[in-house]
């Protein structure tokens, strides 16, 4: 029994998490309760947050006293911090919309459209996903005179297709407006 123990500690060194839950799983005759929640606890979150639960493991490995209380309670606040940030990766998922969508909404918002544009960008994210949608909105953008802002846009989209005719032409184009707008 003591052997799964010991199967389970090389398990989690190598990274085997699953393993060394299944080993520690089955070392529970050998080891106490509170040691195996612990254990099992560990190799969960280290799928998670493997640097964190490592350094975790060698403070329990290290000390022959444990204290369960106080290492858990750490455990704890690496799950709670998993937690945080699945929450805050779900609510950038649901801020985020559709170029197509989002094109709909600015058509509908023709006569308003740098507000509506700016009240849109302050809660939500544009998703554009292929490069003639980029365009559209580099075109929308230049259609409602808001050349910086699409001078930004471009420029930082020009490194992607450096090549890309059209793109250059676009931006030429904007370079042109935004430095007459800055001029003026």
């Not at 230049?142 to 910086?148: C, P, W």
């Amino acid at each position: 029994m003591n052997n799964y123990k010991k199967f389970g500690l090389r398990a989690f060194s190598r990274g085997d998490y699953d393993g060394a839950k299944m080993y520690f799983s089955l070392a529970s005759g050998a080891l106490g309760e509170e040691e195996v929640m612990f254990l099992v606890s560990l190799c969960e979150s280290a799928k998670s947050h493997p640097k964190r639960a490592k350094a975790l493991f060698q403070s329990y490995y290290r000390h022959k006293k444990r204290d369960f209380g106080a290492l858990c309670k750490e455990l704890s606040q690496i799950e709670f911090d998993q937690n945080n940030f699945i929450e805050s990766e779900i609510s950038a998922l649901a801020s985020a919309v559709p170029y197509h969508e989002f094109r709909a909404l600015a058509d509908a918002h023709e006569s308003d459209f740098a507000q509506f544009f700016e009240n849109f960008t302050l809660s939500a994210k544009i998703v554009i996903k292929d490069k003639r949608d980029f365009l559209d909105f580099l075109g929308l953008l230049k259609r409602h005179e808001m050349y910086d802002l699409a001078l930004r846009y471009a420029e930082t989209m020009a490194h992607e297709y450096p090549w890309d005719e059209r793109l250059g032409q676009i931006l030429g184009e904007i370079r042109t407006k935004a430095d007459d707008e800055n001029r003026a």
